[in-house]
């Protein structure tokens, strides 16, 4: 009717057009429901597979086979416990994407200038050659270290994603210290656990408190609302949610915290000072699991609610609420996501959220207890995938989220070794993804730089390559994937041809590492020898299992789950007081900063500084139809997304004379942008929210939004702050 409605407004022409676009989509909806009614006759293929993106929830779906290389619908697996039958929109539409008339067929090299976007098509053996010849000759005139090997998240199958590094480390190219998106919270959560794993995530359906802090699981991981929702049905359970904005979980919450960004720890704190002065504190707990429970509670003596109000913005009757509420329900499941780690304080934030589940006990009862990541509880042997038996720790490492500075010559990055002058990248679009954007643009651009980029669409990196080699999607190979924010390990079987001429990660490895004299037994075999010989070292079983039961269920049991046994320290105690430059995760790199942050759980006041010239901060909150740059190049994602824009508090808009809907520009001492505006009440005053990534080519120049995002390391051990930007703002 709105449709209808709005046709009358326009000239006729334009109402024409509309009646026969009416007519069209009526044709295709009928078509659409006489071939489901067919296929529910017919009985249409399922494959089983995992959802390869980057994402904790790891869904188990299953998916039509229409035959002619084609696939229906997608789904979650009812059978698998986690998953329940659920998945998000972008992935039920991957047909969509699957089948996208613009993805990459063939190889391609570059034949204008540098960021010109004028390719020829040639041949996978002219293509891998060049590659190659540009390896070794960087090799030749700079040493190993000249190159490069650059990936990410594109995809999580341990195969496709990790076997990059088996051709690095048999060559000794340049380490990576993979900082962009998890180190800041799996640091911080670990530094009190000891180990990256909790209590079962479907244990939330069990729960009487669900609090969802620093994430926003209606956008980024819809199976969190699925267990959480089922407790608020079965058991009356309240939801918590607590963010920077108000968006789609906070609207499901029965108690909404909208703090300012980056005083999480402040938050933390207060509640902790609460529940140590109206006795909800769990002492005999404490003194078993924990290390210094009244060195905390003295610290915490003038962390009042008084004194976190004033830091987040929260009253005190909100502070006060929701510490009662803890503290009044034993069963408190509290779910910590990734979005407040990315803060310069993030990994303190992190701790400190964490702490609470042991002041109470919370950790004592099913449905108790706070919940990150599930990664250390795979025990993985990758050994085979990555060729860890020929990495030389001597070689020097450059952290991934400064691929700007790194690219253009910072002494802080390259040190005494060679500049990078071949990079080689899978999974990953820097050029849109990567914070300080102009100057990783300006990097791309040095004419002594070879770029090969094997991708899916030609991204803004692909555009910038001399080569561009065309990849598959999950569905055209065989992989692995583990789940984060569940307990799976899935097999993604190979259930479709590539179109075109497109090669796995894998094939494009092997075929290097022949032309560039790499060694190791990983070349030798197939991505399911890896993943048969990855399986049974790391004590799962073989891949035929695996493949006959579809996934494994690596729960550990309650006790173990819920550190009832000890935690992961070797005195079995829970750390309020961490040793910063000692917290055992894997992502661990010494940049000389872990020596910064306090010792006890507390807001870090380190954070980009709104001020005169600045006075806005600005978050770039994950989009629900975007994951990352994923799904940019979908007509629905991109319908349902809209062009970028800037939520903004009315009375900020106000005061800088500015009307809702106007256009803007933004920046700081990194770059600035143009952007549209919109007039948003769910935020505080001072606060800027641009739910991201859209495309490059969506803003004006394409200049993205990461061109504002710092590329800064954040103590302990870095890691990408991605949150935490100071801003100006102008009327355009």
């Given at each position: 009717?709105?449709?209808?409605?709005?046709?009358?407004?326009v000239?006729?022409p334009?109402?024409i057009?509309f009646i026969?676009?009416r007519?069209?989509?009526?044709?295709?909806?009928?078509?659409?429901?006489?071939?489901?009614?067919?296929?529910?006759?017919?009985?249409?293929?399922?494959?089983?597979?995992?959802?390869?993106?980057?994402?904790?929830?790891?869904c188990?779906?299953?998916?039509?086979?229409?035959?002619?290389?084609?696939?229906?619908?997608?789904?979650?697996?009812?059978?698998?416990t986690?998953?329940?039958g659920v998945?998000?929109s972008?992935?039920?539409?991957?047909?969509?994407?699957?089948?996208?008339?613009?993805?990459?067929?063939?190889?391609?090299r570059?034949?204008?200038?540098k960021g010109s976007?004028?390719?020829?098509?040639?041949?996978?053996?002219?293509a891998l050659d060049?590659?190659?010849?540009?390896?070794?000759?960087?090799?030749?005139?700079?040493?190993?270290?000249?190159?490069w090997?650059?990936?990410?998240?594109?995809?999580m199958?341990?195969?496709?994603?990790d076997?990059?590094?088996?051709?690095?480390?048999?060559k000794?190219y340049?380490?990576m210290?993979?900082s962009?998106?998890?180190?800041?919270?799996?640091?911080?959560?670990?530094?009190?656990?000891?180990?990256?794993?909790?209590?079962?995530?479907?244990?939330?359906?069990?729960?009487?408190?669900?609090?969802?802090?620093g994430?926003?699981?209606?956008?980024?991981?819809?199976?969190?609302?699925?267990?959480?929702?089922?407790?608020?049905?079965?058991?009356?359970?309240?939801?918590?949610?607590?963010d920077?904005?108000?968006?789609?979980t906070?609207?499901?919450?029965?108690?909404?915290?909208?703090?300012?960004?980056?005083t999480?720890?402040?938050?933390?704190?207060?509640?902790?000072?609460?529940?140590?002065?109206?006795?909800?504190?769990?002492?005999?707990?404490?003194?078993?699991?924990?290390?210094?429970?009244?060195?905390?509670?003295?610290?915490?003596?003038?962390r009042?609610?008084?004194?976190?109000?004033?830091?987040?913005?929260l009253?005190?009757?909100?502070?006060?609420?929701f510490a009662?509420?803890i503290?009044?329900?034993?069963?408190t499941?509290?779910?910590?996501?990734?979005?407040?780690?990315?803060?310069?304080?993030?990994?303190?934030?992190?701790?400190?959220?964490?702490?609470?589940?042991?002041?109470?006990?919370?950790?004592?009862?099913?449905?108790?207890?706070?919940?990150?990541?599930n990664?250390a509880?795979?025990?993985?042997?990758?050994?085979?995938?990555?060729?860890?038996?020929?990495?030389?720790?001597?070689?020097r490492?450059?952290d991934m989220?400064?691929?700007?500075?790194?690219?253009?010559?910072?002494?802080?990055?390259?040190g005494?070794?060679?500049?990078?002058?071949v990079l080689?990248?899978?999974?990953?679009n820097?050029?849109?993804?990567?914070?300080?954007?102009?100057?990783?643009?300006?990097?791309?651009?040095?004419?002594?730089?070879?770029?090969?980029v094997?991708?899916q669409?030609m991204?803004?990196?692909?555009?910038?390559?001399?080569?561009?080699?065309?990849a598959t999607?999950?569905?055209?190979?065989?992989?692995?994937?583990?789940a984060?924010?569940?307990?799976?390990?899935?097999?993604?079987?190979?259930?479709?041809?590539?179109?075109?001429?497109c090669?796995?990660?894998?094939?494009?490895?092997?075929?290097?590492?022949?032309?560039?004299?790499?060694k190791?037994?990983?070349?030798e075999?197939?991505?399911?020898?890896?993943?048969?010989?990855t399986?049974?070292?790391?004590?799962?079983?073989?891949?035929?299992?695996?493949?006959?039961?579809?996934?494994?269920?690596?729960?550990?049991?309650?006790e173990?789950?819920?550190?009832?046994?000890?935690f992961?320290?070797?005195?079995?105690?829970?750390?309020?007081?961490?040793?910063?430059?000692?917290?055992?995760?894997?992502?661990r790199?010494?940049?000389g900063?872990?020596?910064?942050?306090?010792?006890?759980?507390?807001?870090?006041d380190?954070?980009?500084?709104?001020?005169?010239?600045?006075?806005?901060?600005l978050?770039?909150?994950?989009?629900?139809?975007?994951l990352?740059?994923?799904?940019?190049e979908?007509?629905?994602?991109?319908?349902?997304e809209?062009?970028?824009r800037?939520k903004?508090?009315?009375?900020?808009?106000?005061?800088?004379?500015?009307?809702?809907?106007a256009?803007?520009r933004?920046?700081?001492?990194?770059?600035?942008?143009?952007?549209?505006?919109?007039?948003?009440?769910?935020?505080?005053?001072?606060?800027?929210?641009?739910?991201?990534?859209?495309?490059?080519?969506?803003?004006?120049?394409?200049?993205?939004?990461?061109?504002?995002?710092?590329?800064?390391?954040a103590?302990?051990?870095?890691?990408?702050?991605?949150?935490?930007?100071?801003?100006?703002i102008k009327?355009?």
């Amino acid at each position: 009717h709105k449709l209808v409605f709005a046709a009358r407004l326009v000239r006729f022409p334009a109402r024409i057009a509309f009646i026969r676009w009416r007519k069209q989509v009526a044709f295709q909806v009928r078509a659409l429901r006489f071939s489901a009614e067919r296929n529910m006759d017919a009985k249409v293929p399922i494959g089983y597979t995992a959802c390869p993106h980057d994402c904790p929830s790891t869904c188990a779906l299953e998916v039509e086979l229409l035959g002619n290389g084609r696939i229906g619908r997608v789904r979650g697996s009812k059978e698998n416990t986690y998953t329940a039958g659920v998945i998000c929109s972008k992935v039920a539409r991957y047909a969509e994407r699957v089948h996208h008339p613009d993805r990459l067929l063939y190889p391609l090299r570059r034949m204008g200038p540098k960021g010109s976007r004028e390719f020829e098509r040639i041949s996978w053996e002219d293509a891998l050659d060049i590659t190659a010849e540009a390896m070794l000759a960087a090799e030749h005139k700079y040493g190993s270290e000249a190159v490069w090997p650059y990936y990410y998240a594109g995809t999580m199958g341990l195969v496709m994603r990790d076997g990059i590094n088996r051709l690095r480390h048999a060559k000794r190219y340049s380490d990576m210290f993979a900082s962009i998106c998890t180190t800041l919270a799996w640091t911080g959560f670990v530094a009190g656990t000891g180990k990256l794993a909790g209590p079962d995530p479907r244990e939330m359906a069990k729960s009487d408190l669900i609090v969802i802090w620093g994430t926003n699981p209606v956008n980024t991981q819809v199976n969190v609302m699925t267990h959480a929702i089922r407790a608020r049905k079965e058991r009356g359970a309240k939801i918590v949610a607590i963010d920077i904005y108000r968006n789609g979980t906070m609207e499901q919450a029965d108690l909404a915290l909208c703090l300012r960004p980056g005083t999480d720890g402040a938050l933390a704190c207060s509640v902790m000072h609460v529940l140590f002065r109206d006795g909800y504190a769990n002492w005999p707990y404490m003194e078993r699991y924990t290390d210094c429970p009244r060195e905390l509670e003295a610290h915490l003596r003038t962390r009042t609610p008084e004194w976190a109000s004033a830091i987040t913005g929260l009253s005190v009757e909100e502070i006060e609420t929701f510490a009662r509420m803890i503290g009044m329900t034993p069963r408190t499941y509290l779910r910590l996501g990734y979005g407040f780690s990315r803060q310069r304080n993030g990994a303190v934030n992190m701790h400190a959220a964490a702490c609470i589940a042991s002041v109470t006990g919370a950790w004592l009862h099913e449905g108790g207890g706070a919940f990150h990541n599930n990664g250390a509880i795979f025990h993985w042997d990758k050994t085979m995938i990555e060729g860890l038996d020929v990495r030389d720790p001597s070689v020097r490492v450059l952290d991934m989220s400064r691929i700007g500075p790194v690219l253009t010559g910072d002494p802080y990055d390259i040190g005494d070794g060679p500049p990078v002058t071949v990079l080689f990248i899978q999974n990953m679009n820097p050029v849109q993804v990567a914070p300080e954007q102009r100057l990783v643009k300006k990097g791309f651009m040095r004419e002594d730089l070879f770029v090969c980029v094997h991708e899916q669409f030609m991204t803004p990196t692909a555009q910038m390559a001399d080569i561009v080699l065309p990849a598959t999607m999950f569905l055209e190979h065989d992989d692995i994937y583990q789940a984060g924010g569940q307990q799976s390990i899935l097999f993604g079987p190979k259930l479709l041809e590539p179109p075109g001429e497109c090669r796995s990660n894998h094939d494009v490895i092997v075929e290097l590492a022949k032309r560039v004299g790499a060694k190791h037994p990983g070349f030798e075999m197939t991505p399911r020898e890896l993943i048969d010989w990855t399986l049974r070292k790391s004590g799962w079983g073989t891949l035929e299992e695996l493949e006959a039961k579809k996934w494994i269920d690596c729960q550990p049991d309650f006790e173990t789950s819920h550190f009832l046994n000890g935690f992961g320290y070797p005195d079995g105690k829970f750390r309020f007081r961490p040793n910063w430059a000692e917290v055992p995760v894997g992502r661990r790199h010494d940049w000389g900063l872990a020596h910064l942050p306090p010792s006890l759980p507390d807001h870090w006041d380190v954070n980009e500084k709104a001020d005169e010239k600045h006075p806005f901060k600005l978050a770039t909150s994950p989009a629900r139809s975007y994951l990352n740059s994923s799904f940019n190049e979908m007509p629905s994602s991109r319908a349902r997304e809209g062009r970028p824009r800037a939520k903004i508090h009315p009375d900020d808009l106000a005061a800088l004379g500015i009307s809702d809907g106007a256009r803007i520009r933004m920046g700081n001492e990194r770059g600035e942008i143009a952007i549209h505006v919109e007039a948003f009440s769910g935020v505080q005053r001072g606060v800027v929210i641009v739910e991201s990534i859209a495309p490059n080519s969506d803003f004006e120049g394409e200049e993205g939004i990461n061109t504002l995002t710092s590329a800064i390391q954040a103590a302990p051990y870095g890691g990408a702050a991605f949150h935490d930007n100071h801003v100006w703002i102008k009327p355009a």
